[in-house]
């Protein structure tokens, strides 16, 4: 089946930081793109997609959110391009649950990637999945970058880690070397109208911590960052709420606080924004 489909998501927010309040309209990761899959035969299927971002702030280009081509079958499934990959998937995502307001203390926030061929298979309650990035960057060796994930499930609860590790002197995490990261993340945990998600990474001496709870509607979100390297433990509180309004309508909301730990108050952040969604297609 193929589709296009378009989200407008436009908003306003305020966000107040040292001795500016600035209040805005803007939008909030609107997009449009196309996606599809092709019964192959034989137990294989093509698929493939291509998103771009149409939010236009301060006067910006479009951008690719999603450009990717796979296929899948009984062996699991080979994705290539700029999606989402291993150490997201597994690690990053299922905490990745505020509408905006999310990786702002962790040690890597690993989004939508390029460059990339990722293998994801698995049987049972066990899933598993490897990404290598390679792009020329005047260097011999052929892959510059790797992901590995594991995740496994036990009823509804599912147990995942994650490994990102480079091949050469690529800076990553908040510690700005070279070191593995290696991530973990619980998802799942339900208790009534109550559903709990944590997730943990850490890089040499830094490490972060996150905790989401969703209550019907609304949630919290809290991340916690340290680093060693200035001595800093920040801390990033999310208060949100999800109202539906109708078919393809949405509205939410967002109170965002950030303590960068810096000894100066002018380095922390408070943002407040109402955002409505319009699925058009």
Not at 185 to 202: D, K, R, T
């Amino acid at each position: 089946a193929d589709e296009i489909y378009a989200s407008a998501r436009v908003g306003v927010w305020n966000v107040d930081q040292g001795d500016q309040s600035q209040w805005e309209v803007r939008g909030f990761a609107s997009r449009f793109g196309a996606r599809g899959e092709t019964d192959l035969g034989n137990g294989l299927t093509g698929f493939g997609r291509y998103e771009w971002a149409v939010d236009f702030n301060n006067g910006g280009n479009m951008g690719n959110r999603h450009r990717l081509v796979g296929l899948k079958g009984g062996f699991g499934s080979v994705t290539l391009g700029q999606t989402y990959h291993t150490f997201y998937n597994f690690v990053v995502g299922p905490g990745d649950i505020p509408w905006w307001h999310s990786g702002y203390a962790m040690v890597n926030y690993r989004g939508r990637t390029d460059k990339a061929i990722t293998y994801a298979g698995g049987t049972g309650a066990v899933n598993f999945g490897v990404s290598l990035y390679m792009a020329p960057d005047g260097e011999e060796e052929e892959i510059d970058q790797m992901e590995a994930g594991l995740s496994f499930g036990i009823g509804d609860i599912t147990i995942a880690g994650a490994l990102q590790t480079t091949a050469d002197d690529t800076a990553q995490g908040s510690a700005g070397n070279d070191e593995d990261i290696l991530g973990f993340a619980v998802s799942g945990i339900n208790f009534g109208p109550v559903g709990l998600v944590f997730g943990a990474q850490m890089q040499d001496d830094d490490q972060s911590l996150l905790a989401h709870v969703d209550i019907n509607s609304f949630y919290y979100h809290l991340e916690m960052l340290s680093v060693d390297a200035t001595d800093q433990d920040r801390m990033s509180h999310t208060f949100g709420y999800t109202m539906g309004l109708g078919r393809k309508t949405t509205m939410y909301f967002e109170l965002n606080s950030i303590d960068n730990d810096t000894g100066n108050s002018d380095d922390d952040r408070t943002a407040v924004m109402a955002v409505l969604k319009y699925d058009i297609i």
